[in-house]
């Protein structure tokens, strides 16, 4: 059986694919099934007609995507001194006032980070 045009006659040439998760996947292919379309066909024609609802997600500016990639690598080195001072005190080599202290350190510090970065934009 050949395979059919589009539009424009020159046939379907690229496919285009996409994951889902389980359960957005069974009602995909029910809505597939209860539409008497093969995949493709339904695909295109909820994309190219436009029967589809896209909400776009707000573009991030310069200075946000700066500073998330700042964020991202102070939260490691966070996530690293944190892991050390919980070695330290749990083989008794950190007295547990320092350890009270340095955890509330980390704490503040997450605080100021992410109310710094809800400001931007």
């Keep these: 059986m050949p395979r059919k045009k589009g539009n424009d006659g020159a046939g379907l040439g690229k496919p285009i694919a996409f994951r889902l998760s389980e359960a957005d996947r069974a009602a995909y292919l029910e809505k597939v099934t209860l539409s008497g379309l093969t995949q493709s066909e339904f695909f295109r024609q909820a994309v190219l007609t436009n029967r589809t609802r896209v909400i776009a997600r707000p573009v991030d500016s310069v200075e946000r995507r700066r500073l998330l990639y700042i964020f991202n690598r102070t939260s ?16 008794g080599t ?27 934009d």
């Design 94 to 120: 950190l007295s547990e006032a320092t350890y009270e202290q340095l955890l509330n350190q980390i704490q503040m510090i997450s605080r100021y980070l992410k109310a710094t970065l809800a400001k931007v």
């Design 76 to 91: 490691q080195n966070l996530n690293q001194i944190a892991r050390r001072a919980n070695s330290d005190h749990t083989s």
